[in-house]
């Protein structure tokens, strides 16, 4: 039971309401109202109800617009294209498609395990040091490396396993480096990628002449940002901000840095190169957003027909 849950049964707890004035302002049922107005009529439907709720404008012009387009069908169900094959072991409620949508719950037979992280994960011990951090930017500063420099030399010096979790991946050098890495190096690489900019990731390694369907020490997964359902029945699911990079379970990178040559050349960042004790929270992370990834559909990670 939840904390939130055990302080109501106290008899001298009192739940003071919380307006946008307070912190920990977070969850607010006419937000939600006028968010899913929104979602049935549109962005004056939107503005009416925030008036009519006395609100302050929540949304930018680009959000209620973004939100608009992104809203689809809720679907109770994965679909059976993103079926992790682990899992489709027959029986009540896997792999049988709508069809095994069920009210009854059969923990025995329905509930699976997370995906495991089959190509290993280093055992550092639980003290990995004093934390240390430098931060390095892009422009960089005078005598000082480029944040691709960085990341590449971190990748090129891994010798047990590369953990990714990037929102745009793009950058044909820095993947041919983690290739290498796995092909030659035997190093384990996992890459957690945002699924609404996996098509650009998939397209740069055909590019490149590669397959990660084919690459037997690379597991490439698709993740999701948090998921707002409406009354309607209508859905719109958020998407991955979290960029890092952990190599060898000792170092981090982390920042506004994503793996694009647009980032490397063109735009401003800032990212932060973390050792020490401060590496654990990032296994955690990972880890647990691995458990929450779905793998590719077997249409996408398949290599083509008239490939050898």
Known sequence: MGTSQMACLDDE???HPLTEAYPQFVHCERRRLAL???LKGGPSAYAARVKREGLRPFLSSAEVDLFKRAAKPFLHSRPQDLRDPEEDRGGLGIGGGPSSCS???WPTRTDVGPPCLALGWPDVGLWKGITR???YTQPPAENAPTIKEVIRRLIQKATQVIAVVMDQFSDVDI???MVEACRIRNVAVYVLIDHGHLSEFLEMSRA???????LENMRVRTLAGSLFCSREGTAIEGSVRERFL????ASVVTGSYSFTWSDSRLHRNLITLLTGQIVDHFDKEFRALYASSLPLP???SLPPTNQQ
């Open 175 to 177: 993947y041919l480096d």
């Open 246 to 249: 952990l190599v060898d379970g």
């Open 13 to 15: 707890n009192v739940n």
């Open 133 to 135: 951090a430098v931060v």
């Open 36 to 38: 899913e107005a929104l």
């Open 208 to 214: 490149a002449g590669t397959n990660v369907g084919l």
């Open 103 to 105: 009210s009854t719950y």
């Open 298 to 300: 077997p249409s996408l």
